[in-house]
């Protein structure tokens, strides 16, 4: 997974639900990621730091 792919929950996390979608926005050593999450409207959520285990790849970019 790389910057601005699309990722989505495959766990839930913080207090964010499993299949929550986002976008990568920064990739720390593979084992971490920045996240954009966005709700069904495309809103903002938050940006977490995310486990790449919480994660699952939708749209590679």
């Given at each position: ?33 920045e ?10 959520i ?5 486990p790449r ?9």
């Amino acid at each position: 997974m790389k910057e601005l792919d699309t990722v989505k929950l495959i766990k839930d996390f913080n207090e964010l639900s499993i299949g929550t979608k986002g976008a990568i926005v920064s990739e720390y050593d593979g084992t971490y990621y920045e996240v954009e999450f966005f709700d069904s409207n495309g809103d903002t959520i938050g940006v977490y730091t995310t486990p790449r285990d919480a994660l699952e790849l939708l749209v590679s970019n």
